[in-house]
């Protein structure tokens, strides 16, 4: 039976997060689409025009024709499945494939309860994963719950998520979206539904194992960029040499490529490496270079906590006493994503050893990061007290002029700076009134 993209198709998005949201508005611009997930509150809150990641707006929500719900029956007839849930990694390092597992066989079983005239389904994964998993891993627990046959009676796809969420600039309509599918009626089907969404443009990937590998290594080179760049900023702070400006000096070749050193965290880049050394693993090969870098990138929060305690004993400051202010701690600049924050993870060692170490977090709902640390501060607060040590852990673009000028303006009030996104870059050593370290 012949597949094709038409108004009438039905599309269902399973996973409503950082992905799927977003996704679902976008198809349903098209089509009728419904977005479906587990959990009730955050599907109420969506219903009620709230997205709690703040990545679409009440606005958006409310004027999409879109219907959200919990109910898996939405699946049973769909004609596009697309699956965005999360695919994290278990404390030992390997992949944890439990919710695909249970968004997989829930697919199965719903399509079990189609009729036999209707035309094949096709379901695409979205989620980020190993070479390998769609087909071998999630069509045959498909295949085992609804009876069908993969690539005969359902298809699958597969088209990782590559925008960067809290950025503007690299959007679902502002970036190439790679695709592919089982066979060439697939990915024409594949093609011609996302071609609606993705105005920037399609890649169609050769196969499906090629889109999977391609995602995670986008990810990867990503992750051990920014693990040389780490090493190299430690090195030459042994020597005594400014790694920013060795940065700059190289960084006038055509093919020197600048990164930033910092902290690797949230739930993409020091998560998916150890989705491909897994599967590199099964088939025969153990890594050296990917799992060099993940060390590197890891041991960072531990790093820098041993840099600064090293830096208030050489500044004459007690770090147990000391008063001290933590500056942002989602794992990237202007979001609200708290998850695998590595500079959440400074922050626990720094409160670790003087609890009365204070958080500055403009970006997260405070009701949120309340759950997580209690020794939150207010803008006015921060106006209001003298630091001995301020630590910037995420340059968040909501920090105001005022509380940037109280603190490291002419007159600061703050004794230390130590600035691990290199925030203050262009900061003057002879004319400041602060001691000052930048990684
Ligand atoms: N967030 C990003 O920036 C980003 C970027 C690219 C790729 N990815 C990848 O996309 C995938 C999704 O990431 P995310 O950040 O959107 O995750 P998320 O945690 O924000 O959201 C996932 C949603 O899936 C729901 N869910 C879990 N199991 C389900 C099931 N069986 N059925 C229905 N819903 C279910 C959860 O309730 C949650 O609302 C991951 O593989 C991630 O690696 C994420």
Redesign the pocket.
């Known amino acids: 039976m012949t597949i094709s993209v038409s108004e009438q198709t039905q599309v269902v998005i399973?996973?409503?997060?950082?992905?799927?949201l977003p996704l679902t508005l976008a198809f349903g611009e098209h089509f009728s689409c419904t977005g479906?997930?587990?959990?009730s509150a955050?599907v109420e809150g969506i219903k009620g025009g709230h997205d709690l990641?703040r990545e679409v707006s009440s606005e958006q929500i409310k004027r999409s024709s879109v219907t959200f719900t919990t109910d898996p029956k939405c699946i049973r007839n769909a004609d596009l499945v697309i699956v965005?849930?999360?695919?994290p990694i278990t404390d030992d390092y390997e992949p944890d494939l439990n919710?695909l597992t249970?968004?997989s066989k829930?697919i199965g079983m719903e399509f079990r309860k189609r009729t036999a005239s209707e035309t094949p389904p096709v379901v695409v994964f979205?989620?980020?994963t190993y070479p390998g998993c769609t087909e071998d891993f999630c069509g045959p627990l498909i295949e085992r719950e609804s009876g069908l046959v993969s690539g005969d009676s359902f298809y699958l796809g597969y088209s990782?998520?590559?925008?960067n969420?809290g950025d503007q600039e690299h959007s679902l309509d502002s970036v190439v979206k790679i695709i592919s599918g089982q066979n060439s009626e697939v990915e024409q089907f594949i093609f011609d539904a996302y071609s609606k969404i993705a105005t920037a443009g399609l890649h169609l990937a050769e196969s499906i194992r090629v889109a999977e590998s391609a995602k995670v290594i986008e990810n990867i080179q990503r992750d051990l960029n920014i693990a040389l760049f780490n090493e190299l900023a430690l090195i030459f702070e042994k020597m005594d040499i400014d790694s920013s400006a060795v940065f700059d000096a190289a960084a006038t070749k055509w093919n020197f490529n600048r990164y930033a050193p910092g902290l690797v965290g949230g739930?993409?880049i020091p998560?998916?490496p150890y989705y491909l050394t897994h599967a590199a693993e099964q088939a025969g090969h153990t890594s050296k270079v990917v799992l060099a870098g993940r060390a590197v990138n890891e041991a960072m929060p531990a790093v820098l906590f041993e840099k600064i305690m090293a830096l208030c004993t050489e500044n004459g400051l007690t770090i147990e006493t000391a008063s001290i202010l933590f500056l942002g701690a989602t794992f990237k600049p202007d979001v609200s994503d708290l998850r695998n924050s590595k500079t959440l993870t400074l922050f626990g060692k720094l409160s670790g050893i003087n609890s009365t170490t204070q958080l500055f977090e403009p970006n997260v709902n405070s009701e949120v990061i309340g759950k997580i640390v209690t020794q939150l501060v207010t803008e006015t607060e921060v106006l209001n007290h003298r630091w001995d040590l301020v630590v910037i852990g995420v340059e968040h673009s909501k920090y105001s002029e005022e509380l940037k000028d109280h603190l490291f303006g002419d007159k600061s009030r703050t004794e230390l700076v130590v600035d691990i996104p290199g925030m203050l870059r262009d900061h003057d050593t002879i004319s400041s009134p602060y001691l000052y370290w930048r990684l």
């Open positions: 399973v996973g409503l997060g950082y992905v799927g479906f997930d587990i959990n955050r990641h965005t849930v999360p695919t919710l249970s968004a829930l979205e989620s980020t990782p998520e590559r925008t969420f739930h993409c998560v998916d």
